[in-house]
């Protein structure tokens, strides 16, 4: 039992930062119906950013401070990352927006490739790594065999995941800025014709999926103290997994579906065999999305005729 615990703990950590990068897919595709497949490497690219504010505060003043500048570390992140994903959607997206289908979806993979290989001539090949922070850990449950622990990094994952996802609900769902972008969704035409800054609304989209990926590109950072240039592909491609394994479309689905996977992949990992955790994640998906095909809080897509 004591074990179980352990693992979900450890599992609710990791689904949340695949549930953080999940929204930005799901935001994105909502809107404009892209698959954004560089935004695993914008992840990526935010934990760089961190890992350079963090190396930058431990020299100027100290290790005993980054604990304390981590709030700053995380602003900053969210903000050059946005900037980042500003940008891409402005040069590799937008022009492409009219075009035929495979369009954006070619471009997006060539902007993962561009940001994979631009860090790795950046930063170099080599694994970068932090001092350790937040190890602190409190004991749930004390044992002569096994100790349930929950460390203070963990409980920061869990809870700014809760709070961000009441956060962007709450945008989607009572702000102007969420009308629009639901409006957007609906119908980009009728919304254009209605007065809404259909660019604009877009643009700002890609911001927001932009910052909760520095969110969870900080956490990651964070929780295992290290990070490489191709750490964007396979935390990327496991939280478009997560985004369709909870209903792509819905933000509660993405978090719901990032915290199944991070499970998924932790209790395979302790009761079986950590080789095949992914291959039992993807069949898991492809089991839910034969009898649910929208996903466990999709809603069935409504051709307009």
């Known amino acids: 039992m004591e074990v179980f615990l352990q693992q979900l703990i450890n599992g609710l950590t990791l689904g949340s930062i695949y549930g953080l990068i999940a929204i930005g897919y799901t935001m994105v595709f909502g809107i404009i119906g892209m698959v954004n497949f560089a935004h695993g490497d914008i992840f990526m690219l935010s934990a760089f950013i961190a890992l350079i504010f963090f190396m930058l505060i431990a020299s100027w003043f100290g290790a005993g401070l980054i604990v304390v500048a981590l709030i700053f570390v995380l602003i900053l992140a969210m903000f050059f990352t946005s900037l980042w994903n500003w940008t891409i959607e402005r040069v590799a997206y937008r022009p492409?927006?009219?075009?035929?289908?495979?369009?954006?979806l070619i471009s997006a993979i060539g902007m993962s490739i561009f940001?994979?290989?631009?860090?790795?001539?950046?930063?170099?090949?080599?694994?970068?790594?932090?001092?350790?922070?937040?190890?602190?850990s409190i004991t749930l449950i004390e044992s002569t065999t096994y100790s349930v622990q929950i460390s203070y990094k963990q409980i920061t994952i869990i809870v700014t995941t809760a709070v961000l996802l009441a956060a962007f609900w709450y945008i989607v769902q009572k702000t102007p800025l969420g009308r629009a972008q639901r409006a957007c969704e609906q119908d980009r035409k009728m919304a254009a014709l209605l007065g809404i800054d259909v660019d604009r609304t877009i643009s700002i989209t890609f911001v927001m999926g932009a910052a909760l990926a520095a969110v969870a590109g900080v956490m990651y950072l964070v929780l295992y103290g290290v990070v490489s240039f191709n750490d964007g592909f396979v935390p990327g491609v496991k939280a478009f997994t997560a985004a369709v394994l909870g209903g792509i479309g819905s933000l509660p689905g993405a978090v719901i579906?990032?915290?199944?996977?991070?499970?998924?992949?932790?209790?395979?990992?302790?009761?079986?065999?950590?080789?095949?955790?992914?291959?039992?994640?993807?069949?898991?998906?492809a089991i839910v999305l034969v009898f649910m095909p929208s996903g466990i809080l999709g809603r069935p897509e409504v051709e307009k005729v």
């Open 96 to 104: 492409l927006r009219g075009s035929f289908r495979l369009a954006p």
């Open 115 to 136: 940001l994979s290989n631009f860090v790795q001539v950046v930063q170099g090949p080599r694994n970068k790594s932090i001092p350790p922070m937040l190890n602190k």
């Open 257 to 285: 579906g990032g915290l199944l996977i991070g499970l998924i992949e932790v209790m395979w990992s302790a009761y079986f065999t950590i080789d095949y955790k992914d291959v039992a994640a993807f069949c898991i998906l």
